[in-house]
């Protein structure tokens, strides 16, 4: 489920070529990302609302912390696309944007770090976490492009804790919960493969492979939403 978007630092000018429209550097990657910031406010309006007879403290940091850091990602992203500025605020932006994809991470993996038993595992996994998405913000804000290769890491070591969380909650999570998160994976997985090989690149100019790969970005975290809100409302409900 943590395999967020891991190869966008890989290829520094892949999206060059696409036309601006109205003054929008890159009209459909904008779109879609700011179509997912949306959808993450209304996540998180719809977690908070939802009529949980169990919810506690740690329900309401889950359900903030996930939509939070997803509505982040697609703000930053959404944000980099559409705004044309000189080079330096564009650097600015896309650090930010490489920036969020650790809190992004993070997110992901907190409601299932704060259901996991018992406690002394629960918050050595959280804080392990966030040690590193946090190492991952600094790190791209200080070091900018010269730390892709240890943002890239810290992705990987970050997404690989999120497999061991899951470990520990297993006996929480259902099969059905489990085939969300898994497919959730496999839209991460083939938008990674559609950007690292540059195909299917159909209109090169208004919809490429980088627009495509934002497509299952959003795909991504559409069927981890699924997979989070039924993990929390099962949890505090039956807890």
């Not at 949306?38 to 506690?56: D, E, H, Q, W, Y």
């Not at 804080?127 to 991952?136: F, K, N, Y």
């Not at 990987?156 to 061991?164: F, H, I, K, Y």
Request: hydrophobic content about 50%; proline content about 5%; glycine content about 10%.
């Amino acid at each position: 489920m943590m395999l967020a978007p891991i190869v966008r630092t890989r290829v520094s000018n892949s999206d060059d070529s696409i036309k601006p429209l109205f003054g929008l550097k890159h009209p459909a990657s904008g779109v879609l990302h700011s179509v997912g910031f949306v959808g993450a406010i209304l996540g998180l309006v719809r977690l908070l609302s939802f009529p949980v007879p169990g919810k506690t403290w740690e329900y309401f940091v889950s359900s903030t912390v996930f939509c939070g850091g997803m509505a982040l990602l697609y703000l930053s992203s959404s944000s980099y696309h559409l705004l044309t500025a000189n080079q330096r605020i564009t650097g600015i932006l896309r650090r930010i944007d490489h920036s969020m994809i650790f809190l992004f991470i993070a997110g992901c993996i907190t409601p299932f770090c704060l259901t996991a038993s018992p406690a002394g595992v629960k918050f050595m996994l959280l804080g392990t976490i966030w040690v590193l998405a946090v190492a991952g913000v600094c790190s791209t804000a200080l070091l900018a492009r010269r730390s892709r290769w240890l943002r890239v890491g810290a992705y990987l070591v970050t997404g690989g804790l999120g497999a061991l969380v899951l470990a520990q909650v297993s006996g929480t999570v259902s099969p059905q919960r489990f085939a969300w998160i898994l497919a959730g994976c496999l839209a991460y997985v083939l938008g990674a493969l559609v950007y690292a090989l540059k195909w299917p690149n159909p209109f090169p100019k208004y919809f490429g492979f980088h627009e495509i790969w934002h497509v299952f970005v959003l795909l991504g975290s559409g069927c981890h939403f699924v997979a989070v809100k039924d993990h929390l409302i099962s949890v505090f409900t039956t807890g």
